[in-house]
């Protein structure tokens, strides 16, 4: 790949910054450098490239979207959890089963937080491109085009949503179809 390997944090997502204001700028604070909590001593002091943080933080928005749709459809009368991952998969690519019977209120909103969630990463992804230009830290990536700096990343949210697989099925069963879903949804 060519891209430099430095020392990450292993295990970003959004639960690992902290937002601070101060005078009308907003901020972000990243936290527990503890790593990634599946891997050894010593692979948590090995350099990684910079997507694996990354794709962790895509996936963050993933998980958001899910869980806020799966909060809404729950929470509603003769649905609950079961139908809402059906309904959700209905609007999964073609390559996922479909439900029939879904009505336009849930196609808009599941939709929406599509959208929500492609909004969240490509303005993540831009900001974060243009502090690397502004700080000069290229990394011998080509960074002018956003295009191969999402495809070298989209290699590593495979990586990541299949680790996440992996750590759901031990520690959180009822979640291990966010990343499976997250799978079919690769962009």
């Given at each position: 790949?060519?891209?430099i390997k430095i020392k990450?944090?292993?295990?970003?997502?959004?639960?690992?910054?902290?937002t601070i204001q101060s005078n009308d700028k907003v901020s972000f604070k990243v936290i527990d450098f503890e790593g990634d909590p599946l891997l050894s001593i010593n692979e948590k002091f090995q350099k990684d490239p910079i997507f694996r943080d990354?794709?962790?933080?895509?996936?963050?928005f993933h998980y958001i979207k899910f869980n806020a749709l799966q909060?809404?459809?729950?929470?509603?009368?003769?649905?609950?959890?079961?139908?809402?991952?059906?309904?959700?998969?209905?609007?999964?690519?073609s390559s996922t089963p479909s439900i029939k019977n879904t009505n336009a209120h849930e196609q808009q909103l599941i939709s929406f937080t599509k959208q929500w969630e492609a909004f969240c990463r490509n303005t993540f992804l831009e900001s974060y491109i243009l502090n690397l230009k502004d700080h000069q830290l290229t990394f011998n990536l080509d960074l002018t085009s956003k295009y191969y700096f999402q495809g070298l990343l989209t290699l590593f949210r495979v990586e990541r949503l299949i680790k996440e697989v992996y750590y759901e099925s031990l520690f959180r069963k009822a979640n291990v179809i966010i990343p499976i879903i997250g799978l079919f949804e690769l962009d």
């Open positions: 790949m060519g891209t990450i944090h292993q295990d970003l997502h959004l639960a690992q910054m902290l990354l794709a962790g933080i895509y996936s963050a909060q809404y459809f729950g929470n509603q009368p003769n649905i609950g959890i079961e139908k809402y991952r059906e309904i959700y998969l209905k609007f999964a690519p």
